[in-house]
Every structure is written in C-alpha cells, then in structure tokens.
C-alpha cells in the first residue's frame, strides 16, 4: 500500500456518523447538527436543465479543464461579482472543492515543502498536503478569535514554506476576514515568494460582513489560487462541481492532472452549473436559502440570550456554523461529543476533526430544521447549566 496513505487520519465524524446509524437502528431518534451540507433541495431551474442536457445529447467525454461556455460563464461572474479580472484560461472546472484541492496540491508541492494551515481547519487540506509528500504546519487562530494569526503565519515560514490555505468565510468558525487583513496577508506571500490557496466555498452565505476574494486585493495575482464551489450557495453538494481560479500557468498544470485524474467533469452538470450561474429562478431560491439561513441565525442568538452558551457561542458571520466552546466542561471534545450521543442523542461535530485540540469547542449546524436546533440547544443550555 502507499505509505502516504497511512498518514490520513480516521475521521472521528465517520466514528460519530456509524454510532447516530446504530442509535436509530434501535428505533430511537437523534438530533444530527454534524452535517456540513444544505438541508434544501437544488433549484429547479437547475435540476430541468440538466434533464434537458442530458435529453439533448450532453452524456459524453468533454474538455479535462471544463467547457467553453461554462469558463466563460464563471470568468465573468469572477470578474463582476468578485472583482478578480478573469478569463476563461483563468478558470479550471473541477469535481467539486475537494477535487480543486487535489489538483493544486499535488501540482505546486513536492516532497519536504511545507504548508501553513490555519487552525481551525477543514481537514482535507492536511491530508492533501501529506498525500503531496509535504508537512502541515499548523497555526491556531483560537486565541485571536479566529481572525487571522498574521503575526504567528509570517514566524512560520520558513525556506521550505510553499504555501498558505485560508477559508473565509470559515468552516467551522464562521469567520469572514477582513480585507485589510487579506491584504497584508498578500505582502507577507509576496516577501516571502509563497502561494495563497484561498477555499471561497461559502462565498454565498455572508451575514453580518461583506465577504472580500484575496485575489481580487491585488493586481499581481500569480501566486493566489482560489478554490470555489456550487455546493452550498446552490445546494448542489451531490453534483460534485466546483472550480479554480489561478494563472494561465498554474491552470494548464492543474488541467494535466485533472486530465489523468477524472478525464472530464459531467457535461450535463457543467450545463446546470450555467444556469446556476447565470439563470434569475437560481438567483432568487440561493437568495431564499440564504434568507433562511440568517433567519435561524437570528432565532439561535436570541434563544440563547441569557445563557451560557451566550458567552461561549461563536456568533457566525458566514456559512451555516456555530462553533461553541466547551473547554468549561472537557477537556477532550470527541469525548464531549461522544457523551452528548450517548447520553442525549444529540449530534455534534467535536473541534478536533478541524484540528482544534487544545481549545475544546464543537460545531453545530444550523442547516437543518430550526426545531432540531432549538432542541439541540436546550440540550446545551441543560448540560452546561
Ligand atoms: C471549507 C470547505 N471547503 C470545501 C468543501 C467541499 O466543497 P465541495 O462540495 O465543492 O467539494 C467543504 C465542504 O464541507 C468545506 O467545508
């Protein structure tokens, strides 16, 4: 077997995710606020195009980096809506985030560089920068209130630094990061000649900040390579298309790779994916979800008024998270998460599968039922109280 393989950790979550089957086998109900993904179904415009697409012929092989049309469409949103000054040599289409990842870590890392990660962190940027033969080196945000640790990144880098990964707005934090923070992080890549691989997936879903594209804050963009995704802003997590922005350059090295690795991403998808990108119906129902996103946000600040988890609770300011810190009770926060399945049938996600060990939290949810949430946090608000 690859060696590398072995250095990927197991997932506590898929631990957690067997444990809620086994409960419910039994008959018994669980909360589940562990899921990382839409609870609303893809828009319909989205789902008849690609009926259409596919009635008409649009099953076969296509182009490894994406389709003509699709590029165009996603240099121009990148272009208007971002404000990164793209064409379509710009763009790479990819299955999903996850794939983009793959494809730029294994193209721009060797063996012995090494790659600043933030915690808390989304944990397949750790295993793909170890399935690139390169070291993570980890920075905690927690006692910066996960804003980010500029101080603590520029004493990390070191000759072998190759790259740093960000995400904002942040899973699990919630965070959005500032643009004049971005912009210093871009002085201190350039200083020191390493790349910013910048995951905007939750680009849709901003609350009480406006979300602000790293390679949009400078003209000389090379080393940015941004990461997005139609998963959560559309819903569409199941249909595995995302995609890359970066220079001419880096696209035709990712798309050789892309080449060896998928051969193309689904025609028919790549057509939804337009009129997820360019349709009003797809606009306004990603508006809705939004809203509604907001409007559970808004119950969970206010039904927690008076609490502990008032002081504990991470207010979001994008994406569907709320990361609560539990270090009053646990020192461990798979062991916390474990007891709150097993003794309240209530699912969490524990802070260390986003590598944050030293400052217990756990992640809840709240794309899922504002009943459930309300449930779950009543559950909380008793344990701690
Ligand atoms: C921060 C972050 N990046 C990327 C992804 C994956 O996106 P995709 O579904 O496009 O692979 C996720 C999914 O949970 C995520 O939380």
Known sequence: MNPKLATLSGSINVELSNRVREIEANGE???????????????????????????????????????????????????????????????????????????????????????????????PYKSCVELAGATPVVIDSSSHHFALPLDEIEQAITSKTKAIIINSPNNPSGVIYDKEALTQLIEISKKHGIYIISDEVYEDICFSKEHHSVAALTDDNERIVSIFSLSKGYAMTGWRIGYIHASTELISTFNKLAQYTVTSICHFTQIAAITALTSSEAANEKQA?????????????????????????????????????????????????????????????????????????????????????????????????
């Open 29 to 123: 109900k669980v909360l589940k606020l562990q899921t990382g993904e839409p609870d609303f179904e893809t828009p319909k415009a989205i789902i008849e195009s690609a009926h259409q697409a596919m009635m008409s012929g649009s099953t076969h092989y296509c182009a490894s980096s994406g389709v003509s049309e699709l590029k165009e469409v996603i240099a121009k949103k990148l272009t208007s809506q971002n404000k990164i000054a793209s064409f379509k040599e710009n763009v790479l289409v990819s299955h999903g985030a996850v794939h983009a990842f793959y494809l730029v870590s294994q193209s721009i890392l060797a063996e012995k560089d090494e790659v600043i990660i933030i915690s808390p962190y989304w944990m």
């Open 289 to 385: 979800m939004k809203n509604e996103y907001s409007h559970r946000r808004g119950s969970i600040l206010a039904h927690i008024k008076g609490t502990w988890l008032e002081e504990k609770l991470v207010v979001p300011q994008g994406a569907f998270y709320c990361l609560i810190d539990v270090s009053s009770f646990t020192g461990d926060s798979a062991e916390f998460a474990r007891k709150l399945l097993s003794e309240y049938k209530v699912c969490f996600t524990p802070g260390e599968a986003f590598g944050l060990i030293d400052t217990p939290h756990i992640r809840m949810t709240f794309a899922t039922d504002l009943n459930t949430i309300v449930k779950a946090l009543d559950i909380l608000i008793t344990v701690g109280g």
